[in-house]
């Protein structure tokens, strides 16, 4: 018996061969050490975004009285003028911002990539340009266009238009990560191969295969077009942003403005979550 629990002993300190105790101890503590820094950052950026969460929500359900709570505000956001059609008007635009976009912008990426490279740094740089001019620059040469436009039509969906080019970049980036990690080339070679048209290879081939820059891409598209204000501001266009920012003049309706900015929140939160959801099934299909 002694000599087995000697034995034992010996057989629990033997340690990896080439790899001595002091260094597998260094990178047990450099292990911990990383997660540790990581745990700090995701509470410390968790709290950033969630407390200011927390206090709008808190003021949105502040009552009359000091210390009560009221569903008011929230009830009030059907009835107060304006701002049903302000949200309509809105999610409107998302949709359409982002069919166009991806309109667009997935079978010119494609094509590029698989026929005429040598086009791909002036295409990236003209759907980069957009960050580098101001909203409200991009609103002085957008005026006397939108002043011809408003002589047959004033609806407030002209403004995805605007919206598509201030997209551009955002959706841009997502659609390169998500083509750049697949070989578009050999699955084209292939299926061309096997006597599949061009049409064929950007939607059932080349399309299914980069579904989560795609998703990416409507997700940036959809928050940009619902936090929007300037543009549409200026060219004097109701939507959900300024919606909110003439109710936030009307300091009886704040509770309003408040339970308004948290819904919209919410609704980009469960977007996101969706969107999310939706690039990991369709991995899991794939695979």
Do not use: H
């Not at 509470?43 to 009552?63: C, D, H, K, N, Q």
């Not at 083509?179 to 939607?203: C, K, M, N, P």
């Amino acid at each position: 018996m002694a000599a087995i629990g000697s034995l034992g002993d010996s057989l629990s300190v033997v340690q990896p061969a080439g790899q001595p105790a002091g260094q597998q101890g260094m990178q047990g503590g450099r292990r911990r050490r990383l997660n540790l820094f990581r745990y700090a950052m995701f509470t410390i950026f968790g709290l950033f975004f969630l407390l200011p969460l927390v206090a709008m929500v808190r003021f949105s359900l502040e009552g009359t009285k000091p210390g009560s709570f009221s569903t008011s505000a929230w009830t009030q956001i059907g009835s107060t003028p304006g701002l049903l059609s302000a949200i309509e008007i809105t999610l409107e635009l998302v949709v359409l911002t982002c069919v166009v976009v991806l309109v667009l912008l997935v079978p010119t990426m494609i094509w590029i990539r698989l026929r005429v490279q040598w086009i791909a740094r002036i295409f990236e740089f003209l759907c980069v340009l957009p960050l580098a001019i101001p909203a409200i620059v991009l609103v002085v040469g957008l005026v006397p266009v939108y002043n011809r436009i408003e002589r047959t039509t004033v609806s407030p969906l002209q403004l995805f238009w605007v919206y598509v080019i201030l997209a551009l970049p955002y959706a841009y980036r997502s659609l390169s990560a998500g083509l750049t990690a697949i070989d578009a080339v050999t699955l084209a070679e292939a299926a061309r191969s096997l006597g599949a048209s061009w049409a064929t290879v950007i939607l059932r081939v080349i399309v299914p295969n980069m579904w989560q820059g795609i998703l990416n891409a409507l997700l940036l598209t959809s928050a940009l077009v619902l936090g929007e204000f300037t543009i549409a501001e200026i060219l004097n266009y109701s939507t959900l942003p300024v919606a909110l920012f003439n109710i936030s003049r009307a300091t009886a309706n704040a509770g309003v403005l408040f339970s308004t900015s948290t819904a919209a929140l919410l609704f980009a939160f469960i977007l996101l979550l969706i969107l999310s959801y939706a690039g990991r099934r369709l991995q899991r299909n794939r695979a």
